[in-house]
């Protein structure tokens, strides 16, 4: 079973970029000409070292809206995509490659 949440317009719109990396979010917007109901959001997860200071890593969480445009919103969260930004940037290749073997065909 997948797991869901509504998500309000204001989320939408929040999630449909990335701020803090211009590379993913090339990527990213890329991937959203051919899948529009994706959307993603950014965390800061914070490591605690004892004996050293503490560090900081970046992580992705990807979702797929399932009415797109269509409210009340629902977005699916998609753990197989979410995670580090390699994994990220892995799975929306994934999309646009998808998409552009489709048209060929």
């Known amino acids: 079973m997948g797991m869901y949440m509504f998500v309000t317009e204001w989320e939408r719109e929040r999630y449909s970029k990335i701020q803090d990396n211009e590379e993913l979010d090339k ?24 004996w050293r200071s ?11 809206e399932t009415h797109p445009n269509e409210s009340p919103y629902q977005a699916r969260y ?20 998808g998409a552009i073997s489709a048209k060929k065909k």
Do not use: C, P, W
Request: charged share 20%; no cysteine; net charge negative.
């Open 27 to 50: 990527e990213f917007q890329e991937a959203r000409k051919y899948d529009n109901s994706l959307l993603i959001q950014e965390h800061i997860v914070f490591h605690k070292h004892f």
């Open 54 to 64: 503490m560090t900081f890593e970046t992580t992705y969480q990807i979702y797929h």
């Open 78 to 97: 998609q753990m197989s995509g979410s995670g580090k930004k390699e994994t990220v940037i892995a799975y929306l290749h994934g999309i646009i490659n």
